[in-house]
């Protein structure tokens, strides 16, 4: 045990009292306050718009005076933790508009972020990809002459003569390493906390502060993988400048190009065939036209024409406005601009209303199951470039940190299911109002709508447990590469010729 401890002790000193660590802890502690900066300032901005584009809502639902006016809107509210990993925060909808008779659908939903594509990828280096970058090649630096850089000068063979066990030898230069890497990562994560705190805009609570806390643990097998990585090819080489180099370019596929090659090739061949938009909605434009099928042949039964507008009874001269949308498109419109309205009976028309606009909403849910159909198979296709992005530990890192900031791909999907149920219960409250066949669905010479009790949306995040069980799977993948990578070392060690 005293053996051991001398050489965790001797790797420590040797590593701490080298230019490489302090130009090391230098750049890691700026890089992560100047991203941390950046990504405060950003966020401010995207909470003051959210909070703005709330107030705006709520004004224009005081302007609505009708039902048919209706146009709720459900606002994703920023993520506090996205500052240290923004994820789907500002490449994703931040708003979806809600129309009851237009399916929803994440491509149309409205975009936040800068329209500068220099920008937004200045704005996406946040503190993990700091981590992923300096990190990384700070544990590699430190590592690359372990065993190598000793065997070429001497040190390594004068070290195995005095009787060291090659076990204690190799299990203190890890240790004695993470005790000099590990004070970086953690005082450079908690300079970024605490600048992260200070700003007024956030609001960090128990389980924002637990969720940081398991960043900066996750964090850390991340640094150790790397150590490994690099101690295991200086273990492999004999010459100290063949390691680094070796060891640079595995860190550059591993970091760099593969995550891009597997994003290129389910791009370029996706196992899963989805249709083309062109398809998709030429799909569509086939189910508003059995909807006008299906609408007319009721219509007739009910009043003996084929259009609703034919259902008014009326006196003396009369202005019918109607504004259709094509059927080409999502939605299927129809708008009346009934004048004189106070001259016209409008009670079939209000019967026929009660009809017409319920079938439009279900076949406006027809055309959403298309979309949702569509879009499943594309999240098939980008969870097969997750699990081919897997083989990179550097990803797994990645995603395992998404999963716990809640700023990943599934918590995006989350948002526009929570808008789709929010339609549903927009659809419930009018459904229970009777206002499909009421004359405030048209015309306020009666009495105006009122949408006092109309359901605001609430944006709802993954708790604490739920984040960690997406992340349990990718935490244990980061757990194995330190498994894995140590034993190959210590093995290899072990066989190591010093000749």
């Known amino acids: 045990m005293t053996t051991l401890w001398l050489i965790i002790q001797r790797e420590f000193t040797s590593n701490v009292l080298t230019s490489r660590f302090m130009i090391g802890f230098v750049v890691c502690l700026m890089s ?25 809502h709520q004004e224009e639902i005081r302007t609505w005076d009708l039902y048919s006016q209706i146009n709720p809107k459900a606002h994703r509210k920023p993520n506090p933790l996205s500052i240290f990993s923004v994820g789907m925060e500002k490449s994703g909808a931040d708003m979806v508009s809600i129309e009851l008779a237009t399916p929803i659908w994440e491509k149309e939903a409205q975009k936040q972020g800068s329209d500068n594509p220099f920008l937004s990828i200045f704005l996406a280096i946040d503190v993990i990809f700091v981590f992923k970058i300096v990190l ?63 700003s007024p805009a956030t609001d960090f609570d128990i389980g924002d502060l637990l969720r940081l806390l398991m960043i900066l643990l996750v964090s ?55 249709q083309s938009e062109k398809e998709v909605r030429q799909q569509i434009g086939t189910i508003w036209e059995d909807f006008k099928k299906e609408r007319t042949a009721q219509v007739l039964k009910m009043i003996g024409h084929a259009h609703p507008i034919s259902a008014i009874s009326y006196e003396g001269e009369i202005s019918v406005g109607l504004n259709m949308s094509s059927p080409g498109e999502l939605g299927f419109e129809e708008f009346y601009a009934l004048k004189p309205i106070h001259k ?20 406006a849910d027809k055309a959403e199951e298309i979309l949702k159909r569509r879009e499943a198979v594309d999240e098939r296709n980008r969870q097969l470039g997750r699990n081919i992005s897997r083989l990179s530990f550097t990803d797994v890192y990645g995603f395992a940190v998404g999963a716990i900031t809640d700023t990943d791909r599934n918590s ?24 499909f066949s009421a004359r405030a669905w048209f015309s306020r010479d009666q009495g ?52």
């Open 32 to 56: 992560t306050a100047a991203a941390v900066f950046v990504q405060i300032e950003d966020y401010e901005k995207r909470l003051s718009a959210y909070h703005t584009a709330l107030q705006e």
């Open 412 to 435: 995006y999907n989350d948002f526009i299911n929570q808008a789709r149920n929010y339609k549903r219960q927009i659809v419930d409250y009018l459904t229970n109002k009777n206002v």
């Open 220 to 274: 850390l097998l991340y640094v150790s993988i790397c150590y490994l990585l690099g101690m295991l090819l200086s273990v492999w080489t004999k010459v100290a400048s063949t390691t680094l180099i070796l060891s640079m370019f595995v860190w550059g596929i591993l970091t760099i190009v593969h995550s891009n090659l597997a994003t290129l090739a389910v791009v370029k061949f996706p196992m899963h065939k989805s």
């Open 344 to 363: 016209m009976d409008t009670t079939k028309f209000q019967a026929v209303l009660g009809y017409q606009e319920p079938l439009r909403i279900r076949y």
């Open 136 to 198: 990384s090649v700070l544990a590699i630096l430190f590592a690359y002459n372990t065993i190598s850089g000793e065997r070429e000068d001497g040190t390594l063979k004068l070290v195995l003569s005095n009787s060291v066990p090659r076990d204690a030898l190799v299990l203190g230069k890890y240790l004695g390493s993470m005790l000099s890497l590990f004070p970086i990562v953690v005082i450079s994560f908690t300079v970024g906390v605490v600048i992260a705190y200070a």
């Open 448 to 499: 105006k709508a009122e949408f006092a009790d109309l359901p605001i949306f609430q944006h709802r995040s993954n708790s604490l447990s739920e984040n960690l069980s997406l992340a349990l799977g990718d935490i244990f993948i980061l757990l194995a590469w330190n498994v894995s990578l140590f034993m190959g070392t210590y093995v290899s060690f072990l066989r190591y010729d010093l000749s």
